[in-house]
């Protein structure tokens, strides 16, 4: 963005604060009179298992969410797919809207081992504070009562991630009983297995195409709000791709005396192999490894800059002395693409070692991508390091004849299903009147993230399949043991999504694009 | 020995000839008469079950060893250890004796799974060959019938270590039949828990010392001839020790997205550590690991150099295109310590690999080790080594301080019970008329070993706590399938033992030993 339509845009900021301030009064309002009634429709909705495996009680989440939003005046359907939860899809049009706003989260859950929760994940359970900072049991309040921000839901899913969903109803009710009126189209689009992979994805978004291509801006709601516990948007997440590695001793595990110091050593060759991939300040040393990473703009570099630093706190956080790339931040690091061992084996260690020399190594590397990476490239770049290490490359077990040939024989087994980083420029033109409307309430406390560390497939489909920009917008406290045992949400937290779902229902409309279109 | 030693030998050498072919003469000829009694007699033997654990079974094998060598004239006892099964010892004093041999063997066995033998363990069955070369099965033979060398006994214990037993049974028989005398006091010594460990030995000893005092010469009949079916005799054997790293990142396995290319990655660190103590060659990096080996004599030398060269037989049965310590023997190898990778863990491979960063990184090391060699002293060699390369060493795991203070932790875990390598000079005095007894029948054919590539601690309390020499008598098949499933010994090599006991025990008096007195 230049200075020149920066200027322009001066008048439509102040505007913009204005109206965003009603919404949030109005969300505050609604909030202090109904906490209690959106918390106990909330433990209502946490009260139905979701796991995506479970088709009884999937229909029952998609049902009763799907009740609640058609309503509130949404036109609701339930989109199929044979052998798939439904997407729970809806949509609400506006006279004269100039952008399509759709809010996406997922409804389906992580398994449960019930054994390890304090309370059973299904039966939502208020604490007065995180368990681990010693909160106690308390009972749901009830109209009238003052609701605390510190105090905890526990249930499965309560952040990860009904929990903007609930923000949503409420967000609706608030701006009803203000009488503000939204200013984009909304849609609404509910997955049910996005913790299975969301292996439909793809097909629903080609079955339903039509219903999607007026949509300017996904909204992706979904993920943790900054470590700091401040307020947060990020513009995408990294690719992933995977591979494995077999390195090959004798045809059959030797005895350590009998052949130690003569018969060559898996264990060994592995580790030099790996060694000359990555030097001790974490740098990878495959030839043209960081070539194809596309620059971030000098406006993602400012953001960037603005990160609050907490590098101490996290090494405290982790118990690790020191990080990678020496000298950068976590988040300047994540711009980058890792590669990283997520297992080694080869014989056995502790209690079960014995006296031999294996006859194979195992290493499974794990590489993320970032814009400009190309999945198939960054393997191949991996597999000519190799090459270049004098190594033979072979994709099955080799035969004897391969054996008695070559002196050092790997085994590459490639990732098939890897993606590309799906990353949106934050200075995208339908993207910056979604990044001033938070910060028209949040202020300078935003934290805006160039990208997450982790890979998120549906960010890809959209960026790539649909064409459309997306950011993830986060609601939820990190420290709410999403995936684990005792899931919970600070109700705080759930009170900032009402604010923040307010402030977008009801942002500004599109000045950007009209500007650009004159 | 010196060259004035081996001029004064020469008579003896001619002697010797002529005493040893009368001794073969006699074992040949009770072979040709009663070789089916001898097999009847072993697949008796072979019927009793001999896991260490099996008290009762085990005291069986016990009483008929013994009572197989009392009824042969040998004063025998039965040595008793609370919670140990005995050993049966035994011995035969010869009128002006100036030498004592003690043959050393065991009667028990590795334990057996049944369900994948072809036969029965404890039912021993002949075969025509071995199974792998298409054998079929035969009736034991009867009196009178023309018995082969390629035939095979199946049972557990068929080749270790009940062969030794039948063939010195055997060997007393034809001597007697032949009227020769034995020309050195006899000890008998099998040990009842070779295959769990020995872990009465030391105890045993100590509480028997008085009965080993006056030993010369340890035999120890166990193990395999050459490769090559040839005889053999191995002067030793290495010694062992262990040592388990486990390095160290993050204190939990992280998200390999969010904290990849960012949190220290251990599958790497532990590459790198491990791939700077050993080169591609195979050659060990670490300072002073190859200073303390003892040189061998120019004698052991000559020896090694006749030893047949098997290293393409070698390479094709591994299935490998090349070995460590580019092109030195096996058995040049096996003269040099040893240090190889038992095991590798980290995280998961496969289908079990998780998108995790682990907060762990562990490898088993083996250190095998040669005359020479003190275990503590090579362990804290690699310790220095790892010191060198930047690493804090632990013992436990680290606390927070620690993880705080270094980049890169390791924990060293040492074995506690390693043990030295035990060799014995092949022109020890009480040692050449041994070699020179065997080769009076073999001929150029015996491939003298300097040492074994595997450990053994009886070997090293024999050397070390009685300070007696011993050398390793074999006996068996090398393709036998001990401590597997369908253990088998070629009939030709039980022969083979009757003429090699017959040998022993009446070998020439100790010349060498007067000659050095004058």
């Known amino acids: 963005m230049n200075k020149f339509v920066l200027l322009f845009l001066l008048p439509f900021f102040v505007q913009a604060q204005n109206t965003q301030n009603k919404s949030v009064q109005?969300?505050?309002?609604?909030?202090?009179?109904?906490?209690?009634?959106?918390?106990?429709?909330?433990?209502d909705l946490l009260s139905i298992p979701n796991h995506s495996s479970d088709a009884v009680n999937i229909r029952k989440n998609a049902n009763m969410i799907s009740g609640m939003f058609s309503s509130r005046g949404f036109s609701m359907q339930l989109l199929e797919l044979d052998g798939a939860p439904p997407i729970v899809y809806g949509e609400r049009k506006v006279p004269n809207a100039q952008r399509t706003l759709c809010f996406y989260a997922h409804y389906d859950g992580q398994p449960v081992d019930p054994s390890t929760?304090?309370?059973?994940p299904f039966q939502p359970v208020m604490y007065d504070n995180a368990m681990f900072k010693g909160g106690k049991q308390i009972p749901l309040p009830k109209k009238g009562e003052t609701v605390n921000d510190d105090w905890r839901l526990?249930?499965?899913?309560?952040?990860?991630?009904?929990?903007?969903?609930?923000?949503m109803m409420a967000a609706i009710d608030a701006l009803k009983a203000a009488g503000l009126q939204y200013t984009s189209n909304i849609k609404l689009f509910f997955d049910g297995e996005e913790e299975s992979g969301s292996p439909h994805m793809k097909s629903y978004l080609?079955?339903?195409?039509a219903l999607f291509d007026d949509i300017t801006v996904w909204l992706l709601c979904d993920g943790p709000v900054f470590q700091t516990g401040d307020p947060s948007l990020k513009f995408g997440g990294r690719g992933v791709t995977d591979m494995e590695l077999t390195v090959y001793g004798a045809s059959r595990p030797l005895h350590s005396g009998h052949y130690g110091n003569y018969a060559p050593?898996?264990?060994?060759?592995l580790s030099q192999l790996l060694a000359s991939?990555?030097?001790a300040q974490g740098n990878v040393l495959i030839e043209h490894y960081y070539e194809s990473v596309e620059p971030i703009s000098e406006f993602e570099k400012a953001q960037l800059k603005k990160v609050p630093n907490i590098e101490q706190l996290l090494k405290e956080d982790l118990g690790i002395n020191y990080t990678e790339g020496t000298g950068q931040t976590l988040f300047e690091r994540l711009l980058l693409p890792s590669l990283t061992v997520k297992g080694l084996s080869s014989g056995n260690v502790g209690s079960l070692a014995r006296n031999?020399?294996?006859?194979?190594?195992?290493?499974?590397?794990?590489?993320?991508?970032?814009?400009?990476?190309?999945?198939e490239k960054m393997l191949d770049l991996v597999e000519a390091h190799i090459k270049k290490q004098g190594w033979h490359i072979v994709y099955t077990d080799p035969d004897h004849e391969t054996r008695m040939k070559y002196p050092k024989i790997v085994k590459v087994d490639r990732e098939k299903y890897g993606f590309p980083a799906a990353k949106v420029s934050m200075d995208h033109p339908a993207i910056l009147p979604v990044i001033e409307s938070v910060k028209s309430f949040t202020g300078d406390k935003l934290v805006l993230l160039p990208s997450e560390g982790g890979s998120n497939g549906i960010f890809t489909l959209i960026f790539d399949n649909l064409k459309k920009?997306?950011?993830?917008?986060?609601?939820?406290?990190?420290?709410?043991?999403?995936?684990?045992e005792d899931e919970n949400v600070r109700v705080g937290n759930i009170w900032y999504g009402v604010d923040l779902m307010s402030v977008l229902l009801t942002m500004p409309p599109p000045t950007i694009e009209k500007i650009k279109k004159r």
Chains 1, 2 share one sequence.
């Open 26 to 43: 109005a969300s505050r309002n609604w909030i202090k009179q109904e906490g209690p009634a959106i918390l106990s429709a909330y433990a």
């Open 117 to 120: 929760w304090k309370n059973a």
């Open 154 to 167: 526990y249930a499965r899913s309560a952040s990860d991630d009904k929990a903007p969903i609930i923000a």
């Open 206 to 209: 080609e079955k339903y195409h």
């Open 265 to 269: 050593d898996p264990g060994f060759m």
């Open 277 to 279: 991939m990555k030097d």
């Open 356 to 375: 031999v020399i294996p006859s194979t190594a195992v290493a499974a590397l794990s590489l993320r991508l970032v814009k400009g990476n190309d999945p």
């Open 469 to 484: 920009p997306g950011i993830s917008v986060n609601i939820v406290n990190h420290d709410n043991n999403q995936h684990a």
